[in-house]
């Protein structure tokens, strides 16, 4: 017979979505505040722009699909290859906003 998660699983699983979401919404702020700056004071923060875009779309992807965090095992060939690719959308994110700060 197989059963679902217990009340205690369910609820460390949606704590842990919870921060995850934290996260994302921190990287969205941290982005618009480097706009913020950009925009008032004429200058901006280099490695802000890189890894808080980046952050907001990895810790988005996996508080909504947290299948996608883990390890992954060799034989869990699809696994890798959406890890794979949900980095690279996050790294070039990042790029891009880093690339539109600069050319402000």
């Not at 949606?14 to 941290?30: D, M, P, S």
């Not at 505040?33 to 952050?55: C, D, Q, S, T």
């Not at 060939?77 to 539109?100: D, E, F, S």
Request: charged share 15%; aromatic share 12%.
């Amino acid at each position: 017979m197989v059963h679902g998660p217990t009340a205690q699983e369910s609820r460390r699983a949606l704590k842990q979505r919870l921060f995850l979401a934290v996260v994302a919404l921190l990287g969205c702020a941290t982005t618009l505040y480097n706009w913020y700056i950009l925009g008032v004071e004429h200058r901006y923060y280099p490695k802000l722009a890189f890894f808080a875009p980046g952050f907001a779309v990895l810790f988005g992807a996996v508080s909504i699909r947290p299948s996608l965090a883990g390890p992954v095992s060799p034989a869990d060939k699809q696994k890798k290859y959406r890890q794979a690719a949900l980095l690279l959308l996050g790294v070039t994110a990042g790029l891009i906003n880093w690339y539109a700060m600069a050319r402000s």
